[in-house]
């Protein structure tokens, strides 16, 4: 790197400081310091003062850039135009010398370089091109090209507002703004007031921007495995979110917020993507995944209506078609993406209640599990399923539904002159991953004319392997089946799916009649869907980019190899549980769910209450520690720990940690307990 002295002598130029008190009265933006340090030479001083640490490190810094000013009019203005600047960390006055501005402006400033004019400056001045070469040799006068991070970083960016007087040259201003990293956020720039009112960045600052969130994901996925999987953030944190005001104007240095949110976003929340993170069902997304999210969002892809979004909605098909053939469901079969497995289930009962028993469902009755997802329940309330008509049925010592305990409820009901309209199996479970007894639920369905959906949210991503689809025989006989891409198939939130047997049901359910200005349009839609008319949602994100994009970059294969991966992890580690002292299995992997306790040691007995309580105890100081997230559950009336084994970024090392962490946790507490 050049050193402050080597780039001075390159550049034929001087450094110098003006000793002028800075003014009292100087209203700065808040991340000024309110006692700023008198302005240094930046030739012998060291100026770096946007280090890493204390919260977040800027990536830029931002400043004023002056030309020579003394043949120009408007001077006596500069002062003024200066004090209202925001940006106030760096002066670099060009052409220094008589009538220079940098004694005048110097105060209002944390560091001030001045260059004199030279050929090389001058010609740095004419061209975008070289104006960056300044621009780099300038910034690294001032030590700031070590700033660690990702590509762009390594070509420090100055946010420079431009000197007033620059926008009467347009060679300049063009040249700065192409070159500097020019921020339109200076208010006295003739463009600011237009460039706000539409809300733009320049290209510049849009570039920059954009990189910065970049590295920021790929430092955040690379990093995972190495930060905790939780960290609370401070109440203080918490407190000032909730107290911000409005902000009325601009941000006056957009790199250092984003970098103030990502910091908030790595240490104020649980990463579902961590390899740790074995609570619930976790997120683990890839990368893909997220750049199709930030296209689609920033090509404001129109996805209801093939008129205005034909491609859109070939690949919404494409990817509904992509996902039927990995999981093996018949042909025919389709849907649309919702937002998640909540949505899934309340779009495929609407239509299930529609087709049965009609809108107002009278005397409507709903079958499940109480291993159910809650989000079934209130799917039905949604419906108006009223809860004397819900049948939550108590599981099978395999948390299953019972098909005869079903098969006695459906009579009851129907013996009582209701109307029995749907049954809701899992395929698998949110707590142990139980598969219902798809088959023998479908062959009943049959008999009795009901709906069958299956709610394979998180499981139903099994049927992409031979063994996940061996577990899952009978998913291809729901008459409508959700899984979440979100879930098991590595998309980024928010990623579900509705698929039916017979997709035109959809449409039955949720057509309209469109309003005109939806149907005089000036030509033909040619082929493809009108998804506005099969789902609750009229404008609706392009989510299916993410799993279609994620195809096409990974291949199924890929996706069937981390599956499968999940799969078998559960499977291992219950294989490591069994032949670790101290715990034992619970329930049986089931896809890539398994549960199992803690027992205590030869001789010690215990309450079951303590027992319990100490597994959940165990679990929080785990999740306090921030090494692993695990939350516990209740199978046959105890608390058990779960785990959840889908993330591919999870290794066995990890699985094992995790479980000899809980058992000595456990056994450490339940000795404490004992010999009190
Ligand atoms: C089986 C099952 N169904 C439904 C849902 C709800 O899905 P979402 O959170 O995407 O709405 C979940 C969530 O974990 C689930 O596991």
């Known amino acids: ?97 008589e009538g220079s501005d940098t004694r005048r402006l110097a105060p209002y400033f944390d560091h001030v370089t001045a260059i004199e004019p030279s050929p090389l400056l001058t010609e740095a001045l004419r061209s975008a091109c070289a104006l960056t070469q300044a621009e780099a040799l300038a910034a690294d006068s001032l030590g700031t090209c070590s700033q660690p991070g990702g590509a762009h970083r390594a070509h420090p960016v100055i946010h420079l507002a431009i000197h007033p007087l620059c926008h009467d040259r347009p060679a300049h201003r063009d040249a700065l703004r192409r070159g500097a990293g020019v921020m339109d956020n200076d208010p006295t720039h003739p463009a600011h007031d237009d460039r706000t ?59 250092a917020l984003l970098d103030e949110v990502t910091a908030l976003l790595g240490a104020g929340n649980a990463h579902p993507d961590h390899p ?27 996805t209801g209506w093939r008129f205005s979004g034909p491609v859109a909605s070939a690949i919404e098909s494409a990817a509904i078609a992509w996902l039927m053939e990995l999981l093996g469901l018949p042909a025919g079969t389709g849907g649309l993406f919702v937002s998640g497995g909540s949505t899934a289930n309340l779009t495929a009962l609407t239509a299930a209640r529609d087709l049965t028993v009609g809108p107002g469902a009278p005397g409507g009755t709903a079958y499940f599990s109480d291993q159910t997802h809650f989000s079934v329940h209130r799917a039905l309330h949604i419906l108006g399923i009223g809860a004397d008509r819900i049948r939550r049925l108590p599981a099978d010592r395999t948390q299953r539904l019972d098909p005869q305990m079903l098969a006695d409820h459906v009579a009851r009901d129907r013996r009582a002159g209701l109307n029995p309209f749907v049954v809701i199996a899992n395929a698998g479970t949110t707590g142990t991953g139980a598969v219902d007894p798809l088959p023998e639920l479908a062959a009943l369905c049959r008999a009795e004319r009901l709906w069958l959906h299956v709610d394979g949210a998180y499981g139903a991503a099994a049927a992409a392997t031979a063994p996940g689809r061996k577990a899952l025989a009978g998913l291809d006989l729901a008459d409508s089946l959700s899984v979440d891409p979100h879930k098991w198939l590595f998309q980024p939130a928010e990623l579900g799916c509705v698929l039916l047997r017979d997709p035109a049901r959809l449409r039955t359910a949720f057509g309209v009649d469109l309003p005109p200005y939806l149907t005089d349009r000036p030509h033909d839609d040619g082929p493809g869907v009108d998804f506005l008319q099969y789902g609750i ?89 921030g090494y692993a997230l695990v939350m516990p559950t209740t199978v046959a009336g105890r608390r058990v720990f779960r785990l959840c084994t889908i993330n591919p970024r999870t290794t066995t090392d990890d699985l094992h940690a995790v479980v000899t962490d809980l058992r000595d946790r456990w056994h450490r507490l339940v000795k404490e307990q004992t010999s009190r």
């Not at 009112?197 to 990189?211: F, H, Q, S, V």
């Not at 683990?284 to 129109?302: D, K, S, T």
């Not at 670790?580 to 007995?605: D, K, M, Q």
């Open 1 to 97: 790197m050049t050193t402050p002295e080597a780039a001075h002598r390159a550049l034929g130029t001087s450094a110098t400081t003006a000793p002028l008190p800075r003014p009292v009265s100087r209203e700065g933006p808040a991340h000024v310091p309110a006692q700023p340090s008198p302005p240094t030479d930046p030739g012998t001083a060291p100026v770096r003062t946007l280090e890493p640490g204390s919260g977040h490190h800027r990536p830029a810094l931002e400043g004023f850039l002056t030309t020579s000013a003394h043949q120009e009019p408007g001077r006596d203005h500069v002062e003024e135009l200066v004090r209202a600047t925001p940006l106030r960390r760096l002066l670099i006055d060009v052409g220094a010398g």
């Open 197 to 255: 009112a539409a809300l733009r960045l320049d290209e510049k600052t849009m570039r920059m921007l954009g990189g910065q969130v970049v590295d920021a994901l790929v430092e955040h996925i690379e990093g995972l495995v190495s930060r905790p999987v939780l960290r609370r953030p401070s109440e203080e944190t918490v407190r000032d979110l909730l107290a911000e005001p409005l902000p009325a104007g601009p941000e006056a240095d957009p790199a």
């Open 276 to 302: 740790r993170f074995l609570a619930f069902v976790p997120s683990p997304g890839n990368f893909v995944g997220v750049l199709a999210a930030a296209l689609a969002a920033g090509f404001a892809v129109p």
């Open 537 to 625: 949602q009229q404008t609706r994100e392009f989510r299916a980019l993410k799993l279609w994009l994620s195809l096409k970059v990974f291949g199924a294969e890929a996706i069937r190899a981390a599956v499968a991966r999940g799969i078998r992890a559960a499977e291992d580690l219950a294989a490591y549980i069994a032949s670790c002292p101290g715990v034992e299995p619970v329930t049986a992997p089931s896809l890539a769910v398994l549960t199992f306790r803690c027992t205590a040691p030869t001789g010690t007995r215990l309450p079951a209450d303590t027992e319990d309580r100490t597994t959940d105890r165990v679990c929080r100081d785990l999740a306090t520690d």
